[in-house]
């Protein structure tokens, strides 16, 4: 629209629809029809028990209706309540807390709040972020949103191993173009693929990134969504490279994307944190200055009875065991329906990307949407991505997946 009321930099922007969303819509139109059954919707990223119905975990749900009115319903201090971030991040890093670095938190509505405020405030205006080539849409939408362009980084070499060579080379190109280079790494249990960088990819990153930084010129803001780190093990395995995040030059700024949406099945609440570690205690003053006053200029305070929840589940170990111990049941259900499918997949031939954990299993593919056409059309729908297929088989009753890898074969 030439002549449009919108400003000039609005204009144009929703055009292409949400391609889940889209998908979703499809579906839903098709159980509408046909019934649950008889249709197989692998797209949205929440759980479902194996009967089809939305899943939470029965504690949370059961501690947060018996919140008192005022814990719900005031405002929250714009950062969050005290005791909320000391809890954000003692659940972000359990046993695995870096030394010798300052640790901040400020609340956000949801992980989509901390990758905002990491783009927005550590990011030039114009210059490019790099994220996964394999990725979930919004990282795109938030910085284009805010004025910032997306450059990305293959995850994979040809035989679909991770790699960090691209992710080096990306790095340093941007860093001769850009003095102010930030990266971002969903892991563990990455969305779309399930991918979980090792303990050993981190530290080959990290010992490159310090010698990118020895440049003072040089900002570096690595920015780790979490989103998925309690689907994919034991915090004992999960957390453990979480360690490695001290004593970085003071150049360097770490944030971490924390969610309430998965950890507790809250997604609606949105609660989550920005986390900043940086070895400058001025560095560390500034990001809460500014995430905050973030804050207040785009969506003011966070949802204070989600806070409240955390904050009481963290000094509470009989609560926190029994929310522990209902999460497992659901990852281990997670795990279960995933086996299948790649064990059929490993016996049939057909090529998955490495999944570790988490919700979603992504299958290459050479025109995504026409596969993904072609399985609608046998009422299977899955989310087509640019590059391959994804299957949310955090929300597929188990009963559904047999058989699921072998008709995807045959549609490639
Ligand atoms: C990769 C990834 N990061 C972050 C999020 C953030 O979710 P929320 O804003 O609900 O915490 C999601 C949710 O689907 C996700 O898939």
Redesign the pocket.
């Known amino acids: 629209m030439d002549n449009s009321i919108t400003a000039s930099h609005a204009q144009g922007k929703g055009k292409e629809p949400d391609s889940v969303f889209a998908v979703l819509k499809k579906s839903k139109d098709a159980i509408a029809v046909l019934g649950k059954d008889k249709v197989i919707n692998a797209v949205i990223?929440s759980i479902y028990d194996d009967k089809g119905k939305f899943a939470t975990l029965p504690s949370v749900n059961e501690y947060f209706r018996q919140i008192p009115a005022e814990e719900m319903m005031d405002y929250a201090p714009i950062a969050g309540i005290p005791e909320f971030l000391e809890a954000a991040i003692n659940y972000t890093f359990q046993d695995y807390k870096p030394e010798n670095v300052f640790i901040r938190a400020v609340s956000t509505p949801?992980?989509?709040g901390a990758v905002r405020h990491s783009f927005f405030n550590y990011a030039e205006q114009g210059q490019k972020v790099l994220i996964p080539d394999w990725f979930?849409g919004p990282y795109r939408t938030i910085a284009e949103e805010h004025g910032i362009k997306v450059d990305t980084y293959a995850m994979f070499d040809e035989n679909y191993t991770f790699s960090v060579s691209s992710i080096k080379q990306k790095s340093e190109e941007l860093l001769t173009v850009q003095d102010k280079l930030v990266i971002l790494f969903?892991t563990p249990g990455h969305?779309p693929t399930g991918y979980s960088m090792t303990e050993k990819d981190w530290a080959e990153l990290l010992d490159f990134y310090k010698h990118c930084a020895k440049n003072k010129q040089k900002k570096i803001v690595i920015v780790l969504?979490v989103?998925y780190i309690d689907y994919v093990g034991k915090p004992s395995e999960t957390r453990k490279f979480l360690k490695l995040l001290g004593g970085l030059p003071e150049n360097i700024l770490i944030t971490i994307?924390f969610?309430m949406?998965k950890s507790f099945t809250m997604?609606g609440m949105r609660s989550?944190a920005i986390i900043g570690l940086t070895s400058s205690q001025e560095e560390a003053d500034e990001f809460s200055r500014v995430n905050s006053y973030s804050s207040r200029g785009v969506w003011s305070n966070g949802t204070r009875g989600a806070q409240r929840l955390l904050a009481d589940v963290m000094k509470n170990p009989v609560l926190r065991a029994k929310i522990d111990a209902e999460r497992e049941n659901y990852i281990q259900l997670i795990y279960h329906r995933a086996n299948i499918f790649l064990n059929e997949a490993t016996e049939i031939g057909l090529v998955t990307l490495p999944y570790h954990g988490g919700f979603f299993i992504t299958v290459p593919s050479q025109d995504p949407k026409a596969a993904a056409e072609k399985l609608a059309q046998d009422n299977i729908y899955v989310v087509p991505l640019k590059k391959g297929l994804r299957f949310a088989i955090c929300a597929l009753p188990t009963y559904q997946i047999p058989g699921l890898a072998t008709k995807t074969k045959a549609v490639l």
Do not use: L, P, R
Request: net charge negative; no cysteine.
């Open positions: 990223g949801g992980g989509t979930w969903n969305n969504d989103a994307a969610s949406s997604y989550g």
